[in-house]
């Protein structure tokens, strides 16, 4: 069974770009209901929309960068605060670094789960 309609595949990015009207929607699920290839592909999207959704804002807690610092030795936290001051936008870029990374390697881990690779244990501290 091949679903050849590429109707659907332009219905799946309206719907993901939250574009689409009610009776679209209808439209698609209606057809997701009844075909593996195209449910296949709109999860694949699906869950690529969400990664980039997750990439381009990067949900911190509001108190994620003083939880950082507290975690620091104290004659660190001062040179960091010091530089963080003077550097306020190259300060923000490295602590977006690290949770922005994770969602990387979670991202590469599901694909290799689900594409039959071995997972591979990333190991080492992520300070
Ligand atoms: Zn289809």
Redesign the pocket.
């Known amino acids: 069974m091949s679903?050849a309609?590429k109707k659907?595949v332009s219905l799946m990015n309206k719907v993901l770009d939250q574009e689409a009207t009610e009776q679209e929607k209808q439209v698609l699920f209606e057809?997701l209901a009844t075909?593996d290839?195209?449910r296949v592909h709109f999860n694949e999207l699906n869950d690529s929309t969400e990664l980039l959704r997750r990439l381009t804002h990067p949900q911190l807690p509001a108190a994620f960068t003083k939880s950082v610092l507290d975690h620091l030795p104290p004659d660190k936290r001062n040179v960091i605060r010091k530089w963080g001051s003077r550097h306020p936008v190259l300060t923000t870029v490295a602590i977006c670094a690290l949770p922005m990374s994770l969602v990387v390697i979670g991202a590469r881990r599901q694909t290799r789960d689900r594409s039959g690779y071995a997972l591979v244990k990333v190991s080492g501290d992520q300070t």
Do not use: D, L
């Open positions: 679903c309609s659907y057809h075909c290839e195209c």
